[in-house]
């Protein structure tokens, strides 16, 4: 059974840090390109992030580009996203998904998808 669990997040002030974890099992990251997305109250689903993890290559929305670094540990089966210059705008779920690769799967075809962990940028 294939899970994919998120964690990391939690409440940051304006300009902080976050490193949010994506932890897989019953799957072999080598075989899937793994994706973070994030959906606020009332928006829609953004895909902000992808790393194929065939080839390595990564992908990042306007948005985060220059703030969010993602990368994974083949040994621990994790994907990671390190996100800084945090602002309210950032405030959302996020969530891991994981699809055959390439990047760029459009998200209602990713076949698995974690629970989602909370990020509030607030003061």
């Known amino acids: 059974q294939v899970q994919l669990v998120e964690s990391g997040g939690g409440l940051v002030q304006p300009g902080g840090s976050l490193r949010l974890s994506c932890a897989a099992s019953g799957l072999t990251l080598d075989n899937y390109a793994i994706a973070w997305f994030r959906q606020a109250p009332g928006k829609g689903r953004e895909e902000i992030s992808c790393i194929n993890n065939r080839d390595g290559r990564t992908s990042y929305a306007d948005s985060v580009k220059g703030r969010v670094t993602i990368s994974r540990d083949n040994a621990k089966n994790t994907v990671y996203l390190q996100m800084t210059s945090l602002d309210a705008a950032d405030t959302a779920v996020y969530y891991c998904?994981?699809?055959?690769?390439?990047?760029?799967?459009?998200?209602?075809?990713?076949?698995?998808w974690g629970r989602g962990t909370q990020v509030t940028v607030s003061s």
């Open positions: 998904a994981a699809d055959p690769p390439p990047c760029g799967a459009q998200w209602w075809a990713y076949d698995y």
